[in-house]
């Protein structure tokens, strides 16, 4: 099969008519506090941000916060790509897969979780449209008429709460507005017959009623051949994903106002493609001659995901005081299947390749029932004095069933292994902020959060034609507990203060703390039940926030230190295909972050970021499982496990860097631009010890877009390109077998039309 490198000319015609021809409508937020200001001509436009639950210009608060909207963010999402399409475009944000694009793991100052269980928790919170998104399938909804993304780095442990002692992402939607019809439609065609298409209506229905539809719907065909005819999967890499959101607001007056919120997505595609001995040994380098146009494999491939959620979020004004509630609820079913080895055959059972297959493997995991419901109250004050506090209590409930499956590639894939495991989550928690100025220069801010968590997991079902018959539940019962219930009782709390050195220029400092809850992993064919215990997080952080040249620059600098105390850690894979969690002793964090923008001319905008994130693990005995087959470069214990006491956090690239140039020239009619955007990331480890192999090249990435707006930017085409170097590079790995890896997305092509009023 050979790639399409650009679109057919008709095709490329026909896209970009049916872009100009659609209807289509301009984004509105609808609440004019949360919305950015207008732009005043000549300068940057003021951004505020909900961080601390109340809108805010992002220079007074004091935490290190980056966002990501409108233009920007458009130019990220129009190769098609899925929410990894973010990872590097701020500073100390890192996003990776090994599912594609159905459960995506963030990192955020280095500090993540690789775990690839269906029950795993992450450090990094989600939080779309006010309602967390707790399990890893959830964090994977798709980006389209989202108003603004928020990226909080350092712990959130007290208006955000559990599991977000990396930081939160915080994503809210275009809200409905009762002011005009309005919205927008962009239609576009690229590589591999991508078609990525997004729509938003927004509709008065009265003076006191609105509402708003928007939609995706990205395809793409499979571009990558399977070179073995036996293979059950013979093209691979296509997709087809939908998803839908539709708003109903309720604003009769100022004093209260309801927003309804339904969503939906359905995935079609392939899992993650692992590509068996692409790693030259010895190196972290491809070998020679690879195509990431083919693969090898003898399993079959597929992904199917389908979420359904809801929510109302109420507000009554009641005053010197307003009060909220925040209703949620997420559902979601899902399966993954892959061929684990990466290749066809094994050793034993020729032919088989590419390279040495010891043996075979193909799995598949999946979540047939699961419900997650989260209830907020909050009450807020709005005095007029220096002094203003606001206070809640929170629920969260989540129920799920996950299995995981294993077959037999070389029996044309008959499952012969099968487990089923059953984790219920509730959590409570009361939470309070107060702040206080205490002059008209000084602004202080602490918070304080309780929470109590409790899970309980229990392996259901366990059956086995390879490792054992049906019995061999009561066998693993025998050997240790299948059962798990524990529970968490925490305290969080930050403290900051901004000092306002000029009306253009503060200071700012925080000390805060957060925590993630027990997490257990079940008992399988590789291994025992584990449980790691609950880890804390204390970060300190200092910077500056400022405005320069009137307006026409913006600089956003600061500096961090933060230390981990019982991290959980996923030991992955090694020769004995484990996964098994445990907690380190403390892992240490420190670094620097940079955010800036400037309107060099009238003409010419530019944004950089970039940021250095220097983690190690603190723990003098801890040891893991090595790969099967590559270069070990740690030091090991008797047992040949590594020392990993020293090393970087994995998934945590040193460096990482950011730039977008705009150019525009003005037109009798509209407006020519050019646009270009980079992300780079340096080396990261893929697992916890350290390798030669499974450290994963630095990465740059790099977009191109030419572009035409006219009609007073009602109307506008584009042609793009991302990734335009077509920089291949390893991402990730599988190292119980042998040097089997997964890449980042090659070059795409592509043109985009957009109508909007």
């Known amino acids: 099969m050979t790639r399409t490198s650009l679109p057919a000319p008709r095709r490329i015609a026909l896209a970009v008519a049916l872009a100009c021809c659609g209807a289509a409508f301009a984004q509105q937020a609808a609440e004019p506090a949360a919305a950015a200001s207008a732009p005043e001509s000549g300068k940057l436009e003021t951004v505020t941000v909900t961080a601390e639950r109340r809108s805010e210009n992002i220079k007074d608060v004091p935490m290190a916060i980056s966002t990501l909207k409108g233009e920007k963010l458009d130019v990220i999402n129009s190769g098609g790509q899925d929410v990894r399409a973010l990872s590097g475009r701020v500073p100390s944000l890192n996003i990776e897969s090994s599912f594609g694009r159905a459960f995506p793991r963030f990192y955020i100052r280095g500090y993540g979780n690789t775990d690839f269980r269906l029950n795993a928790s992450q450090p990094v919170s989600l939080v779309y449209d006010d309602v967390v998104q707790e399990n890893p399938i959830l964090k994977g909804f798709p980006v389209f008429d989202v108003d603004q993304i928020e990226v909080l780095r350092g712990p959130q442990g007290t208006l955000f709460g559990r ?10 939607s275009v809200k409905p507005s009762t002011k005009k019809l309005e919205g927008y439609a962009s ?51 296509g997709y087809r994903d939908s998803a839908v959101r539709a708003q109903l607001l309720y604003a009769p007056h100022k004093d209260f106002s309801a927003l309804f919120n339904v969503h939906a997505r359905d995935l079609d595609g ?25 693969i090898s494999i003898d399993g079959k491939n597929e992904s199917r995901l389908r979420t359904k959620g809801a929510n109302a979020r109420l507000r009554w004004g009641l005053g010197e005081y307003s009060l909220y509630s925040i209703t949620g609820y997420e559902t979601l079913d899902t399966y993954n299947r892959g061929d684990i080895d990466g290749g066809f055959g094994a050793v034993f059972a020729p032919p088989s390749g590419p390279g040495t297959i010891p043996f075979s493997s193909e799995t598949a995991d999946g979540i047939p ?52 495991s059953r984790q ?32 309980d997991f229990a392996l259901q079902d366990y059956n086995s034609a390879v490792f054992g018959t049906p019995a061999t539940m009561a066998d693993l019962i025998a050997a240790g507990p299948i059962t798990a219930n524990p529970s968490d009782n925490k305290t969080s709390w930050d ?81 004995a295909n484990s996964n098994i969690l445990l907690n ?17 001319t009238d003409n010419l905008l530019v944004t950089a970021g970039a940021s250095y994130n220097h983690t190690e693990l603190k723990d003098r005995d801890l040891a893991v499982a090595v790969c099967a087959a590559c270069t070990v470069t740690d030091p090991l214990d008797g047992s040949g496990r590594a020392l990993i006491d020293g090393n970087p956090l994995p998934q945590a690239p040193k460096v990482t860097a950011n730039v977008t140039l705009r150019y525009s020239i003005p037109h009798e009619t509209g407006e020519w631009y050019v646009y ?25 990435e790099g977009g191109l877009r030419l572009g035409y707006i006219w009609g007073n930017g009602k109307y506008e085409v584009a042609a793009y390109g991302r990734n335009i170097t077509n920089q291949i590079r390893v991402t990730g790995g599988i190292d119980f077998n042998n040097l089997t890896g997964f890449i980042n997305e090659p070059r795409t092509w592509g043109v985009q039309g957009r109508l909007s009023f």
């Open 584 to 600: 380190a002793d403390k892992t240490v964090g420190q670094g620097f972050e940079l955010d800036f923008q400037a309107l060099i």
């Open 163 to 172: 599991n977000s002692p990396a930081g939160v992402v915080k994503f809210d």
């Open 676 to 700: 270009t955007d980079w992300a780079y990331r340096s080396k990261v480890n893929f697992f916890l010890y350290e390798s030669k192999e499974f450290t994963g090249k630095a990465l740059t």
């Open 369 to 420: 029932d699961h419900k997650q419901f989260t209830q907020e109250v909050r009450v807020e004050s709005n005095y007029a004095g220096p002094i203003n506090w606001q206070a809640g209590l929170y629920y969260f409930h989540e129920d799920f069933t996950a299995e995981s499956f294993s077959y037999d590639s070389l029996s044309g894939g008959a499952q012969n292994g099968y487990s089923r």
């Open 495 to 575: 403290l900051s203060g901004t000092y306002a050195l000029s009306a253009e220029t503060n200071l700012y400092a925080r000390v805060a703390n957060g925590f993630r809850a027990t997490s257990v992993q079940g008992a399988g064919a590789f291994n025992g039940q584990s449980v790691a215990g609950p880890e804390t997080n204390t970060s300190v952080e200092a910077g500056i926030k400022t405005d320069l040249f009137d307006r026409r620059a913006r600089l956003s600098a600061g500096v961090f230190h933060y230390t981990v105390k019982d991290q959980q850690l996923t030991a992955v894979g090694g020769a």
């Open 424 to 455: 219920k989550n509730d959590a409570y928690a009361a939470f309070g902020a107060l702040t206080w100025q205490a002059t008209p220069a000084l602004k202080l801010r602490g918070g304080l959060r309780y929470t109590h968590d409790k899970k």
């Open 187 to 237: 239609l576009g065609y690229g590589t591999d017959n991508m078609i990525n298409l997004e729509a938003a209506v927004n509709v008065p229905l009265s003076e006191d009623w609105a509402a708003r539809v928007s939609l995706l719907n990205q395809t793409r065909d499979d571009w990558v051949e399977n070179t073995h005819d036996a293979g059950p999967t013979q093209d691979l890499e």
């Open 270 to 294: 392939s899992a993650r493609l692992f590509r068996a001995n692409i790693i030259k040994p010895g190196t972290n380098d491809l070998v020679d001659g690879f195509d990431e146009d083919k």
